[in-house]
């Protein structure tokens, strides 16, 4: 996580260094280079890059655990994909996820973070709270969110009554379902998101916006037309870090809904699960390989239209 | 979503292959035949279970039987990757409903001629357990549990609706005319609750008001869908009545909630099993029967879900002694000594027959002797086919979009049929 996040916040469009002053290695610093680097490639290759060649191998097999060889089909784990309904369905719905959760997430921890960017007495206190949701595990918000919002018992319903809004069904509800997986999500990540954002308002120097007012802005023009433009590096990290996240949506889905009401959350990742472990039972790696590959598309396609469009709004301060 | 849950799946599916590549091969170890045995008990099943081994072991220094936990729920797919690179245990405990899929592995040992052996008597099982061990007629594992639906009841709050308790020749109009009378929007209370997460725990519940119904799941070559029927639209419209029309059923789609509901006195009835009882120690409960369909000869039935121990094939030394020790395990000795000490239900109806034991057993868990005389209700199993799951997602869907309002029992039917057939049609793995 923390390497991607790196990479992605050093990443400088159109920004490369003069590469002038290089000097050739002598052979024996490249055998040291080669030393320190090994383990890393080793570790990386085996866990990262084997397994991306191996499932587009396996995608392209007819490899089930019951069946004793795994001969080549060539595309036809990728007709299959085509042809099957539910995959359309779970793409509606990791799209429509996507959609929601990524802006989301950034809205409500901008906000936060503007609101906690400010020395207060306990101010502490209150960071600590808006972090400590990444910091609960994943089944623990599950069953506290069920809890929120079940049909019958849950607070949300009683919320609802009180303010005079009709009862809704909420988890029963196949339109309903998807949406409670977003607030829940949102809420999960919004920890994520404050520090990013806070560390990012912390390093904008106040000659900036203190210039700004001299210059007579207003805090609305302020914020607009100096804050935010610099906090765009930030906004560009947790768009496409975020939206890698959504598009992988897992865990969510399987300790709550586990796709229903009626395939109403099923997402990719969660059907491909199905399809590979569980479910109807076929433990069918090709079929599920190739639907990973397709996200892996999917996943490669989004964070480059990210970049370009980051390309155009993102500022960098030298 | 937190973790790269693409980047696991691949990985693990590495491991598996990456096993399957070196082909180990060693099963359960050396000269002596140590067996390995996988197990998911836990609390007082683990604790009776490790009993069970020290005895074996004990008296069969040469034939020790080494016990490892595996989660049942995982168990399949930890077996076949097991499988792939040749380090099978020589025995594992397997859900009955994945033995249609398991009984196509050729390391799976065929058990047929084993359990006609004398001293094994395998015609005191129950036939819902021997059904559930027996594919397409070879018996491909011995029974490690069973278990059937019947009605649980909160006394108190049939009393406070004054209503009679159910007796053992209910219909499910009263039950319908009961579930309505002890729903209190009010105070947030139930007539009754059904699960539905679509799984096939949603099924079974449906398929046992069909039975009671006069209906089947397939016809009896296994060929068609046979419950597009007057007894499939029945059972639907009993379900439907109470969740849709009546509001009485709480759906729960946690698949968990229903048990604390009912153990807080929000919840009637409970069409469950006797897992479920040691959770209600807050309730006074009562237990009966399901109720029938009155103008049907199917009379009352339930449906129960055998589990199996399976032995795979490590060499002639290694079935030869997992067998010896699986019939000693499942003997009536040792099973009575089982349920006794774990509540769970006897897996022969010698041992219900020992005397005593019922008495013993209610004691211990109040309810139980009537799942256990409910095992003489259990006429029908499932459909032993390796499409079964498949056929399960659909009628879990089928059942779901009745029960939240969003088909109709007769229009529902119609179209899962239709996918049923499509599914019988074009085989096991497509």
């Not at chain 2, 097991?82 to 380090?87: D, E, V």
Request: aromatic share 12%.
């Amino acid at each position: 996580m923390l390497g991607s996040l790196a990479s992605i916040a050093a990443w400088r469009p159109q920004r490369r260094q003069a590469l002038g002053g290089r000097t050739r290695l002598r052979a024996g610093d490249q055998l040291t280079a080669w030393a320190f680097v090994t383990p890393a490639v080793v570790v990386i290759g085996l866990f990262g890059l084997a397994p991306i060649v191996w499932t587009a191998v396996l995608s392209f097999q007819n490899n089930n655990l019951f069946t004793q060889g795994s001969p080549f089909v060539g595309l036809r784990n990728y007709r299959k994909m085509v042809h099957d309904p539910v995959v359309a369905q779970a793409i509606e719905h990791t799209i429509v996820y996507t959609a929601l959760f990524v802006p989301g997430t950034m809205l409500v921890g901008l906000g936060l973070a503007v609101a906690m960017n400010r020395k207060i007495r306990g101010m502490s206190f209150y960071r600590t709270a808006a972090f400590a949701t990444i910091a609960i595990s994943t089944i623990s918000e599950a069953i506290v969110f069920l809890w929120l919002f079940d049909p019958n018992y849950g607070v949300v319903n009683y919320a609802f009554h009180l303010l005079h809004i009709p009862q809704q069904q909420f988890v029963n509800s196949p339109s309903e379902a998807l949406f409670v997986i977003v607030v829940m999500t949102i809420w999960g990540w919004t920890g994520f998101a404050v520090v990013i954002y806070l560390a990012a308002l912390q390093g904008i120097p106040q000659v900036l916006t203190e210039a700004a007012a001299i210059d007579g802005a207003g805090r609305w023009a302020t914020f607009r037309r100096v804050t935010l433009p610099l906090l765009s590096p930030a906004s560009l990290l947790l768009m496409v870090y975020l939206t890698i996240n959504a598009l992988q949506l897992f865990d969510e889905v399987y300790q709550t809904t586990r796709g229903g009401p009626l395939n109403s959350t099923y997402v990719l990742v969660y059907y491909l699960y199905l399809q590979a472990f569980g479910g109807q039972g076929n433990f069918d790696f090709g079929y599920a390989s190739a639907i990973a590959y397709f996200l892996f598309v999917i996943v490669i396609v989004f964070t480059a239209i990210q970049f370009r469009i980051g390309r155009r709004f993102v500022h960098y301060r030298s | 979503m937190r973790k790269h849950w693409l980047s696991v799946v691949l990985a693990s599916s590495v491991a598996a292959f990456g096993l399957a590549a070196c082909g180990s091969g060693s099963g359960g170890g050396g000269t002596s035949t140590g067996l390995q045995i996988w197990e998911g008990y836990t609390g007082a099943e683990g604790k009776a279970f490790k009993h069970l081994l020290a005895e074996w072991n004990a008296a069969h220094p040469t034939e020790k039987v080494t016990s490892q936990f595996v989660n049942n729920d995982y168990s399949l797919p930890k077996l076949l990757t097991a499988i792939k690179g040749g380090s099978q245990p020589d025995i594992a405990y397997v859900y009955g409903s994945w033995a249609p899929n398991v009984a196509q592995l050729s390391q799976v040992v065929n058990l047929t001629s084993v359990v006609q052996q004398p001293g094994v008597n395998w015609s005191d099982f129950w036939v819902g357990e021997r059904d559930v061990a027996t594919v397409k007629g070879k018996v491909i594992g011995m029974p490690a549990l069973v278990d059937n639906l019947a009605v649980v009841y909160n006394k108190t709050l049939f009393a406070q609706a004054g209503l009679q308790p159910p007796s053992p020749n209910w219909t499910w109009s009263q039950f319908v005319s009961d579930a309505q009378k002890l729903t209190n929007p009010a105070k947030k209370q139930f007539g009754t609750a059904y699960v539905t997460p679509g799984s096939e725990d949603t099924v079974w519940h449906w398929e046992a008001l069909l039975w009671e119904a006069g209906g089947s799941i397939l016809n009896s070559t296994n060929t068609k869908a046979a419950f597009d029927s007057p007894a499939g639209l029945e059972s639907l419209k009993t379900l439907q009545t109470m969740a849709v029309t009546d509001k009485s059923m709480y759906l729960d789609q946690s698949d968990s909630e229903y048990a604390n509901l009912f153990n807080s006195g929000k919840i009637g009835m409970l069409v469950t099993g006797p897992w479920d009882l040691s959770g209600f120690p807050s309730v006074k409960y009562g237990v009966q029967i399901m109720p029938s369909f009155p103008g049907t000869t199917a009379g009352h039935q339930t449906i129960s879900g055998p589990d199996n121990w399976v032995i795979f094939n490590n060499g002639s030394a290694h079935v030869a002694a997992a067998e010896k020790f699986l019939i000693w395990l499942t003997s009536t000795k040792q099973s009575t000594y089982f349920s006794l000490a774990t509540g769970d239900l006897p897996i022969r109806s010698s041992v219900q027959d020992s005397p005593g034991f019922t008495q013993k057993m209610d004691q211990a868990l109040p309810g139980v002797d009537t799942f256990i005389s409910n095992l003489a209700n259990v006429k029908q199993a499932r459909p032993q086919l390796a499409t079964y799951p498949k056929i399960s997602t659909i009628l879990g869907t089928m059942i779901v979009s009745v029960l939240l309002g969003k088909s109709q029992p007769q229009a529902a039917l119609s179209s899962a049929a239709q996918q049923v057939n499509q599914v019988l049609a074009s085989g096991a793995n497509s």
